[in-house]
């Protein structure tokens, strides 16, 4: 049976109907589906958590390749999918609950190699990401997002689309497109496209200070149409013109925005100053 066959039978046996409101689209495209195991690349010695299981396409591939799988969905009918149909799988629980309130370290008895799998909700991505980013137990995540975040996650300096999270996930992680996906891999279909990404965490991290780090990055965003000397002096309170003769013994040019400086920059000047 095809996936979309599968997916649709499984909706009419157990009376369940997409919801919009959170954002519901369920993959039926076989070749994506792949592409998320190899890219995954797991062993028995893993433990998955899965963010949005739904109807347990993914999940149920997660349960064979993987020692230990964590699957997290919100809603209730789709969780009572989940438990009938994959009943068969001992390495695999099903949490039925908010991923954003998941708590991580509860349900993990000591620090493990923990790798993220799964479709992240537009309205989530940015705190999710940031949030898993910083932890030293998340070995890496393959996460299904719209095009338009991945772009931003992506983006070069000198990119419009570059922000606060572009700079600190790219402080704490390497991230890799795997795929462009369009619309019509899902049922039903979404109006945009989305991106197979693969986030790694870096094992070494440059900052001296991290929270200093932090408050330049979100200082300089905060203001991203001023110059970088204006930026940072009124952020950090400090006097522009020392602002600015700090940042020129860096070799960084004051009149320069804050989405033209790569990560090691932001570093440099978060310790200068």
Known sequence: ????????????????????????????????VDRIIESSKLTKADTVVEVGAGT??????????AGKVI???????????LREELAKYDNLKIICEDIERFCFEKRFDQPQSVKIVGNLPYQITSSFL?????????????????????????????DKRRGRLTVLMNYYTTINRVIDVPPQAFIPAPKVGSSLIRIDRKKNHLAK???????VVKGAFRSRRKMLVNAISKELGKDK?????????????????????????????????
């Open 1 to 32: 049976m095809k996936l979309k066959e599968k997916t649709e039978y499984l909706w009419e046996k157990y009376n369940f109907t997409p919801k919009k409101e959170l954002g519901q689209n369920f993959l039926i495209d076989p070749r994506i």
């Open 56 to 65: 347990g396409v993914l999940t149920e591939r997660l349960a064979k390749s």
């Open 71 to 81: 699957g997290v969905e919100i809603d209730k009918k789709l969780c009572q999918i």
């Open 130 to 158: 940031l949030n898993l980013a910083r932890k030293e137990w998340i070995k890496f995540m393959v996460v299904m997002v719209q095009r338009e975040a991945a772009g931003r996650l992506l983006a070069r300096p000198g």
């Open 209 to 215: 200070n991290e929270d200093r780090f932090i408050t």
């Open 241 to 273: 013109t020392l602002v600015k003769e700090r940042l020129n013994r860096m070799g960084i040019n004051g009149e320069r925005r804050a989405e033209d400086l790569t990560v090691e920059e932001f570093v440099r000047v978060s310790e200068v100053l």
